[in-house]
């Protein structure tokens, strides 16, 4: 037998090792690199902790190794030289952590990325104002987590003392690299990660771990020479292939920005009162979209319904009602009766609704 071929049975020091050692989830024997692989357990971990992410309804769970990211540094630091950020300053805080994910998890080995899509089956109308399909149902931060959470819970139920911390956009982590880096997909010219034969409209979440997994590898860019998302976004918030100025994007306006939004990108927004979808509505791969099957996603069935004047109408109790749970309670209801007005007054061409003056 090959465990008393390195254990002999009536050894005290073996005994003991075994009880300390062997049964520890990280324990890799010392031995020789021949024989090392009969003890790897990288594999059966990483098989195991996929499993329970499809059974969770992630569509993609995928493993790169807890590294600094070192071709992102420049980059970030570049865009936070800019001033890409605007007034987002959390970006600007915690650079080092940003970068790399053992200074987050004490002995970080692996990044387990996941992917949970959001692409509603029922969109709203169109000729009304929009809010992102993102938004629709309950706030995915808390969905997510619950969610990262079982995960977790299993994955040391199953495989033993594994210590780690579950991430979903509530810390510096910069997901879609990990994201990539995993094999997820890849970064498009819009700055989203999109998966071949499955679009855009998911989020991202990770788990880091201090425990050794088996890494993917990450995939070609699909791009090629489109530059429809480039060309769609009306306030030029695409400066160069692949970098968002987020201090320009509509998202960042409706949901970021405090203030009042600028003048200059007045008439800029189309009817996107909360976030925007324009840049992914225009990706190709976006055909590829199909419907999430998270109850929790599901609209409020008034959302949908709501016509220009419904929303210009909106009272406090029925936006708490509508928006109970939804991230759209970032802004509260005077951000969103702010890009209400804003949007209603700049753009006269929402179809034949009237626009109420107590809103303009
Ligand atoms: C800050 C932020 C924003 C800001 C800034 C956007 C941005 N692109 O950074 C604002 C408020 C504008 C925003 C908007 C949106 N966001 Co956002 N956002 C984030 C957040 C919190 C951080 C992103 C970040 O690190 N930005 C910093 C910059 C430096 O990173 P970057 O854009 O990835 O920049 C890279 C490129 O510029 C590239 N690069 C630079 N130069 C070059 C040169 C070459 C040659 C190459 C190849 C690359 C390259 O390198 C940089 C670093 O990797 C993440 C959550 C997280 N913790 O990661 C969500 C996140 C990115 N957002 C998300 C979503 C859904 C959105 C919106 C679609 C929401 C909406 N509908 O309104 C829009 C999309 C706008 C867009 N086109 O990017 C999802 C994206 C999911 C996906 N499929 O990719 C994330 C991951 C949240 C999540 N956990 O699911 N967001
Ligand atoms: S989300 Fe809208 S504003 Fe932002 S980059 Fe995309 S198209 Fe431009
Ligand atoms: S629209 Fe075209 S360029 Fe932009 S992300 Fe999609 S495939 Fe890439």
């Known amino acids: 037998m090959l465990f008393q071929a390195y254990f002999p049975k009536n050894s005290l020091k073996t ?45 993609y ?74 938004a629709y149902g309950q706030d995915y931060h808390f969905v997510i987590k619950d969610k990262l959470k079982t995960l977790f819970n299993y994955i040391q139920e199953e495989i033993g003392e594994v210590g780690g911390r579950v991430f979903v956009d509530s810390a510096p982590v910069m997901d879609k690299v990990w994201a990539k880096k995993s094999g997820a997909g890849w970064v498009g ?38 530059t429809k998302c480039m060309d769609a976004c009306p306030t030029d918030a695409i400066s160069a292939p692949y970098v968002v100025d987020g201090s320009k994007c509509i998202s960042y306006f409706t949901i970021e920005l405090k203030d009042q939004i600028p003048q ?25 979209s199909k419907p999430h099957q998270e109850p929790a996603f599901h609209p409020h ?20 009602d509508i928006f109970r749970k939804s991230a759209v309670k970032r802004t509260g209801f005077a951000g969103l009766t702010r890009n209400l007005r804003f949007v209603a007054r700049e753009t006269p061409a929402l179809g034949d609704h009237h626009v109420s003056e107590d809103l303009v």
């Open 15 to 59: 005994e003991k090792i075994r009880h300390l050692k062997f049964f520890s989830p990280n324990f890799v024997p010392e031995v020789q690199p021949s024989i090392r692989p009969m003890f790897n357990l990288a594999p059966k971990h990483t098989q195991l902790i996929k499993q329970k992410a499809q059974e969770l309804g992630f569509l």
């Open 61 to 134: 769970c995928g493993v790169s190794k807890a590294d600094f990211l070192e071709e992102e540094a420049p980059r970030l630091e570049s865009w936070l030289n800019q001033n890409m950020h605007g007034q987002m300053h959390y970006m600007a805080n915690h650079f080092d952590k940003r970068l790399d994910p053992r200074l987050l998890v004490d002995g970080a080995k692996s990044v387990v990325s996941l992917l949970l899509n959001y692409y509603p089956e029922e969109k709203q109308r169109d000729d009304t104002f929009q809010i992102s399909k993102y």
């Open 189 to 226: 010219k819009n700055s989203n990660l999109i998966r071949p034969g499955v679009g855009s409209f998911f989020f991202i979440a990770e788990l880091i771990l201090d425990l050794e997994l088996e890494p993917d590898g990450p995939i070609k860019d699909y791009c090629g020479t489109c």
């Open 264 to 288: 200059e990108v007045e008439g800029k927004f189309g009817n996107w009162v909360f976030g925007c979808d324009i840049c992914q509505d225009v990706c190709p791969w976006n055909r590829f």
């Open 301 to 320: 069935p008034e959302l949908l319904h709501l016509s220009t004047s419904d929303w210009v109408e909106l009272t406090q109790e029925v936006f708490s």
